[in-house]
């Protein structure tokens, strides 16, 4: 017996039920979920004895199959094999169809598609059981299925939220960006005594944002651009802070009027 397998201790042991079997399960103090190799062998009936020396024959089943103590209901504290349950889908790649009988080999299917996954969860979750999963449970019209399913819709509205704003965000940066490399230019070619003054500008800019956020959420795009392109258009100009001082008050009145469609409020 290695070091390894002699410093392995359990710290926490569970029966598992897995379609009508019981399987003995710890989890070690290197915090591992081990399977007993024999339940596993006694629930599909083939030999212990043969699948121990295959384990013992393959280079990654052998580091993770370790003598283990574990509590039986008889005989007290006995050491047993017990395999790490990440190499659990490996070792049952290793078993045949054919090498079973004919009744077992649908058992065999089922270990091989869900035993880990359920040894795992007894441990996480405290799930007990692998004869019902998740989306059986989630059929029934139970209380604490209508609960979960409500939970699920609100995380994924959430989720969806979140990805618009993220989006948003990004796309306003990159707006602002642009502002301010226009804000070089129009300094240098402008004359600021026709157009309107910085704060009048920021007027301008905040309505236009309040409108192509409230439409955003409607459309899930970046809307910034629509918007700007249809106050140029209206006023023939290519940046808002080209707008004609005489023309200040239309804009904000043409801005304000679009926004109150959208969101029944207005900008100020």
Known sequence: ??????????????????????????????????????????AL??????????????T?????????????????????????????????SGISAKAVNPDVRPKLLHFQEEAAKV?????????????MNIDELLATDSPAAQAYRMAAAIMKMAHQQMLLEAQLETHTAQLV??????????????????????????QISQAVKAIAMEMSKR???????GVYGE?????????????PASK?????AFLNEWYQSLSGKTLF
């Open 119 to 131: 040894l795992w969860e007894a441990f996480q979750e405290g799930r007990l059981t692998g004869s």
């Open 60 to 92: 990654i089943l052998d580091k993770g199959l370790h003598q283990v103590p574990i509590m039986t209901p008889n005989r007290g504290e006995q050491q047993a094999y017990m395999l790490r349950v990440d190499l659990v889908p490996l070792f049952l």
């Open 45 to 58: 009936g083939i030999d212990v004895q043969a699948q121990t020396r295959r384990c013992r024959r393959h």
């Open 1 to 42: 017996m290695s070091e390894e397998s002699r410093s392995l201790q359990p710290v926490e042991q569970k029966i598992v039920e897995f379609y009508g079997d019981e399987l003995v399960a710890v989890r070690a103090n290197d915090n591992h979920i081990y399977v007993s190799l024999r339940h596993l062998c006694q």
């Open 231 to 243: 106050l140029y258009r209206k006023f023939e100009i290519t940046s808002y802070k080209l707008l």
């Open 177 to 202: 960006d642009h502002e301010k490399r226009l804000e070089q230019i129009e300094e240098q070619l402008g004359d600021p005594g026709r157009h309107i003054t910085p704060s009048q500008a920021m």
């Open 219 to 225: 459309s899930g795009r970046n809307e910034y651009g």
């Open 248 to 252: 200040f008050e239309e804009a904000m």
